[in-house]
């Protein structure tokens, strides 16, 4: 069907169609083409209200009578668009998802772990972070190493590259200062922890020896991540790095990337009194031996966390 037979009783041209339609001569008007295209055998309505009737002889002619089929049921519809959701008619609304904590419910959930469990319970600080960090519950004595961990690098001080930016941020009146002080960290600066268990437990993993270890790094060219300090040495130990060691031997059930490291250090120190074990490079072992020994990570587990830089 050609609309547009009505454009007869008009004294001037009208046009209908899209935009670009036009009839130029007497030929191409609609009456017209809609003559020659039932003269071609095309079903043409004599009207709009001849469709109806068109369409049913055409059915009856091809399908039979209407009235004799059997027609399928409509599909039901769902009552509203959760249900639909629920029986899988339709796509679920597109969103954040979160798998550390699920706030959809009456209370926020931790890692499946209720916030009024957690207080009734007495949990501490470190078993939230464990949920929220780790995604699961840790023993006792791991939870209660990640708060030492925490109260032992809280601060350091007014003149590390952190702070510094900071202060100068801060002084120069720009509201980013935080910011500013978050984005040195690096691997020379408070995110040595990542680089130091990883090359560690490399060298865990392939067998190699302190000595081995240590020519290794060299030929790579590689400054060994977690061995070294500014200030500190084997006369000034750091403190910190005293108490976790003390912590991990006391508490937990295996100490074997803190023992290697530490030989490494007797090699390294051969060499400068300052080249330690520092903060940085005894967090990174003894959270390798915290996952190895807690059994509640996978081997494949661990890697991931390692890879995604997960304790920076």
């Not at 003559?35 to 039979?64: M, N, W, Y």
């Not at 550390?100 to 931790?110: F, H, Q, S």
């Not at 000034?236 to 976790?244: K, Q, S, W």
């Amino acid at each position: 069907w050609v609309s547009g037979t009505c454009a007869t009783v008009f004294p001037t041209e009208v046009q209908f169609g899209h935009a670009g339609a036009k009839s130029g001569s007497l030929g191409e008007g609609a009456k017209e083409k809609n003559t020659a295209l039932k003269e071609a055998g095309a079903i043409v309505p004599q009207s709009f209200e001849d469709f109806e009737q068109k369409i049913r002889d055409t059915f009856q002619r091809l399908a039979g009578n209407v009235d004799d089929l059997e027609l399928a049921p409509p599909k039901k519809l769902p009552k509203d668009y959760k249900q639909a959701t629920a029986l899988g008619k339709v796509r679920r609304a597109t969103s954040f998802v979160s798998t550390i904590c699920d706030d959809r419910g009456d209370e926020p959930l931790y890692a499946g772990v209720s916030v009024s469990e957690l207080i009734a319970k007495e949990k501490s600080l470190g078993d939230v972070i464990s949920l929220l960090w780790f995604k699961r519950k840790l023993p006792r004595y791991a939870s209660r190493f990640i708060e030492i961990c925490l109260m032992l690098v809280a601060d350091h001080g007014p003149c590390v590259s952190g702070a510094h930016n900071t202060i100068v941020a801060a002084r120069a009146g720009k509201d980013v200062s935080v910011a500013s002080g978050l984005l040195t960290i690096g691997p020379r600066f408070g995110g040595a922890i990542d680089g130091a268990a990883k090359y560690f437990k490399m060298a865990s993993d392939e067998g190699l020896s302190p000595e081995q270890y240590v020519v290794h790094m060299k030929r790579k060219g590689i400054v060994i991540p977690g061995i070294g300090h500014r200030i500190k040495s084997a006369n000034n130990p750091d403190v910190r790095v005293t108490i976790l060691k003390n912590y991990a031997r006391d508490n937990f059930p295996t100490c074997r990337h803190l023992e290697y490291a530490l030989a490494v250090e007797k090699i390294t120190l051969q060499k400068s009194n300052n080249l330690i074990l520092n903060v940085d490079g005894c967090l990174a072992v003894l959270f390798l031996d915290l996952m190895e020994g807690s059994e509640s990570f996978t081997r494949g587990e661990a890697d991931t966390i390692l890879k995604s830089g997960t304790l920076k």
